[in-house]
Nanobody, 128 residues
């Protein structure tokens, strides 16, 4: 059974940093495609960052480029999102996502909800 468990959210002042973690389980050999999404109150879910863990190909939403960094630790089946220079507009519930796709593809859409199959429960980030 696939499980994604996020942690690391909290309340911080603008300009500070947070590091989110997502521990993944339930897939032999780990996930190859993983991503972070967020959903602000009253808005739809937005793709923030995605990664292909085989070669560390990454993709970011324009709104977070240069401030957020997605990374992974395959040995611990853990995905990270380092968030620096946080802004009030980053306030949202942050979700980890994964899929059982194993190969890189130029058709991959790592910032699209439809690309992913498995979702965590989310961790709240509040920036004031």
């Amino acid at each position: 059974q696939v499980q994604l468990v996020e942690s690391g959210g909290g309340s911080v002042q603008a300009g500070r940093s947070l590091r989110l973690s997502c521990v993944a389980s339930g897939v032999t050999g780990g996930f190859r495609w993983m991503g972070w999404f967020r959903q602000a109150s009253g808005k739809g879910r937005e793709g923030v960052a995605g990664i292909f863990t085989e070669d560390d190909y990454t993709k970011y939403a324009d709104s977070v480029k240069g401030r957020f960094t997605i990374s992974h630790d395959n040995a611990r089946n853990t995905l990270f999102l380092q968030m620096d220079d946080l802004k009030p507009e980053d306030t949202a519930l942050y979700y980890c996502a994964s899929t059982d796709a194993r190969n890189w593809s130029p058709l991959a859409r790592p910032l699209a909800e439809s690309w992913y199959k498995f979702w965590g429960q989310g961790t709240q980030v509040t920036v004031s």
